[in-house]
């Protein structure tokens, strides 16, 4: 193949490679296949395998700021997605680090990927946020001081000193500016310093100005030794200065691989000229949308950046006036073919090595001030001798002369930077600052809880020993129940804003989720526990019930605990908040009305008793009438014959169980529905929150 001898042969024209291509990432033939619903010919929906990605080739150099670019649809977030390792299947070619194959779990391993959106939690300030994300992704082995440090280093180099102690914020609280807000976010993923850097538009959504210092804050994480990719959609001409190398797609395949100064070259060996005053990045755009309208399509200009050929002209083709940079000259007879990119199939490799050692190669720009370091884990800087290709070999890099394994992956050994003690410990301690900090989450609840209580308190104070205190009885601890489980409601929202944190710190193996489902139940019991004795203080007095408060306490904290693990899980496989109050709602009251209240578990058909054992309504309810009613005391006399209201024969009417252990048995089932929830939550969490596309 041709360019296996580019770098041979630079090495002897320059002095040992000194111009040659010094490491970085390198993707080949990359192809992602989709099946598409379209309407045929006769209005009929049939399959039809649609490419996203097509053949993709190219590279994006170590130490330099790589820009996807190309219109809507080009398939920039998809080649994004492919190199990142987040595609799940039907990808197909080879992606290689510093000369090595990589596979996409290698890939998470060793990269950062910065989502489009922030999402970040409002309540912590920006070092905060520093802080815990160094904890989470640089482990126990990093010394607190390190970690500190390395946070402040990073809080300088993103320029975000002047608002180190600021909240991050939201809608409700006002925190940072937007633009500092998506320097946070890019903090957080570079924090345990990665060999790859991924940005799916990171200006979007922000002014010139702030555009242009998050472009110019990751040029200076490029420039500390990492290989930075990122997607951006119409750049301004400042951004497009600090840019080194480009990919420009077009339907999902490769228009143009090389350095912006070299757009115009590559325009002028087209037979296309840039028009005087005109960026040439932006012509080179309307050639694409102006080919991709025609009856060519843009598979005309993929050829030719694949093998030199020409591309036909279009009648609305003109003669503008000449750039600054004129095309490459053409031998007579020679008009439809460019020589300088002819196929590896089509001319012999030392020819082409020739043409490559022949072109001037252009150097990378380098910043003019020295960029602190720290910001990497192991940073390799680049030195005065890393330069970008030419244009004349830009489709397809060569190897680096000495291929290196990767070594450091996020400068930890393994999958997991912490043990999952660790784990544990960082998430419990983030949970319990953010709960801080939002009060209203846990005093809602609190206090909602604590109104119910007095209104039971004043409602049924010291029900008589008869037929009507019976059915006070009943009634309050059926509306107990209720209202144990629907107290947990307001957790649906809370999670779904903090799934999307959850998958991108998961995304590249930040903790376990099986740690943070541990540690979200952990910070939670305390809280539910103050929750369950404010209630069961106020009510069990009030109304002199019987039985043993202390297994009082337990049910009301159990339902409390069943009824959040539902809802949390629940919160997993809805899209939207809105789509889970409803899920939770209406599973809510399938519980109470199957619970035993209305119909006892012997009246409920037999095609519906399966709901009565799921629903955890039943097992508190059932188990409170328990404890208040087991044993012979009489509740209601009757003039003879009738026998006395006793409370076996009131939970023999109800046909409850009256056996002593019995009760304590409902505890049991319902904690096993609230462990059987989280593990379901788990499996979402484990299987189904990957951020991959399907």
């Not at 300088?156 to 609280?173: F, M, V």
Request: with cysteine.
């Amino acid at each position: 193949m041709a360019h296996r001898h580019v770098g041979d042969l630079e090495a002897a024209a320059y002095g040992g490679g000194r111009f040659g291509f010094t490491g970085g990432l390198e993707f080949t033939g990359l192809t992602y296949t989709v099946t598409k619903k379209q309407r045929g010919a006769g209005g009929e929906w049939e399959k039809k395998e649609v490419d996203l990605l097509h053949e993709v080739t190219g590279y994006a150099p170590k130490g330099c700021v790589t820009a996807v670019m190309g219109p809507s649809g080009a398939g920039k977030s998809t080649l994004l997605d492919a190199l990142a390792g987040r595609i799940a299947a039907r990808l197909g070619g080879r992606v290689a680090l510093d000369g090595v194959e990589v596979s996409p779990g290698l890939v998470k391993r060793c990269s950062a990927y910065v989502m489009q959106d922030d999402r970040l939690f409002p309540m912590l300030t920006v070092r905060e946020t520093l802080m815990f994300a160094a904890d989470l992704r640089l482990g126990a082995s990093v010394p607190a001081a390190d970690k500190r440090r390395r946070v402040d280093a990073l809080i300088d180099q993103l320029g975000l000193a002047a608002s180190g102690n600021t909240y991050i914020g939201d809608e409700g609280t006002r925190g940072v500016s937007g633009g500092e807000r998506r320097r946070v976010s890019i903090g957080v993923d570079i924090i345990h310093g990665p060999a790859l850097l991924f940005l799916d538009e990171p200006t979007s959504g922000l002014d010139s100005t702030s555009a242009h210092s998050v472009v110019e804050k990751v040029r200076d994480i490029a420039c500390a030794g990492s290989t930075v990719v990122l997607t951006i959609h119409q750049p301004s001409s400042r951004i497009l200065q600090l840019l080194d190398h480009l990919v420009i797609l077009a339907r999902g395949q490769l228009m143009y691989s090389g350095a912006p100064r070299e757009v115009a070259a590559h325009l002028g060996r087209m037979g296309r000229r840039v028009p005087k005053g005109e960026s040439s990045i932006e012509h080179l755009l309307d050639v694409i949308q102006e080919y991709d309208q025609s009856e060519f399509g843009v598979a005309a200009l993929a050829e030719f950046c694949l093998t030199g050929l020409k591309p036909p002209k279009l009648a609305a083709d003109g003669i503008s006036t000449v750039s600054s940079i004129p095309p490459t000259p053409l031998l007579a007879g020679e008009e439809d073919f460019d020589h300088s990119l002819r196929s590896q199939h089509s001319r012999s490799p030392w020819s082409a090595a020739a043409a490559a050692a022949a072109t001037q190669f252009t150097p990378s720009r380098r910043p003019k001030k020295d960029h602190p370091e720290i910001v990497m884990g192991t940073p390799t800087p680049l030195s005065m001798s890393a330069y970008t290709l030419s244009e004349g070999d830009y489709r397809t890099p060569p190897p680096p002369r000495h291929a290196a394994a990767v070594t450091t992956l996020g400068g930890h050994r393994g999958k997991f930077a912490n043990t999952y003690g660790g784990e544990v410990w960082v998430l419990m301690r983030r949970n319990f600052t953010n709960i801080w900090r939002t009060p209203e989450l846990f005093l809602s609840r609190l206090m909602v809880l604590v109104a119910m209580g007095v209104l039971m308190a004043t409602m049924f104070t010291k029900p008589r020993d008869d037929d009507q205190g019976v059915t006070e009885r009943l009634s309050f601890f059926v509306f107990t129940v209720c209202v144990l489980f629907f107290s947990s409601n307001d957790a649906v929202p809370a999670f779904i804003q903090e799934r999307f944190i959850f998958i991108r710190e998961t995304s590249h193996n930040a903790y376990r989720a099986s740690a943070y489902v541990v540690a979200g139940v952990v910070t939670y019991l305390p809280f539910l526990l103050l929750q369950s004795a404010a209630y069961a203080a106020i009510v069990w007095f009030a109304l002199r019930l019987h039985g043993q408060f202390l297994y009082f306490l337990v049910m009301v904290y159990a339902s409390l605990l069943s009824t959040n693990s539902f809802v949390v899980f629940i919160s997993s496989v809805v899209p939207n908040f809105i789509l889970g109050y409803a899920a939770v709602i209406a599973f809510t009251a399938l519980f109470f009305l199957f619970c035993g209240y209305f119909l006892d578990s012997h009246s409920i058909p037999v095609g519906w008793k399966w709901m009565n054992t799921i629903s955890t309504m039943k097992y508190p309810y059932e188990g409170l009438l328990m404890n208040e009613f087991q044993g012979g005391r009489v509740f209601s006399s009757h003039p003879p014959p009738a026998p006395p209201l006793t409370g076996d024969v009131i939970l023999e009417h109800l046909k409850i169980s009256t056996a002593e252990d019995r009760k304590w048995w409902m505890v049991l089932y319902l904690m096993g529905w609230a462990v059987f929830y989280r593990v379901l939550f788990y499996l979402v969490l484990r299987f189904a929150s990957k951020n991959k596309r399907k």
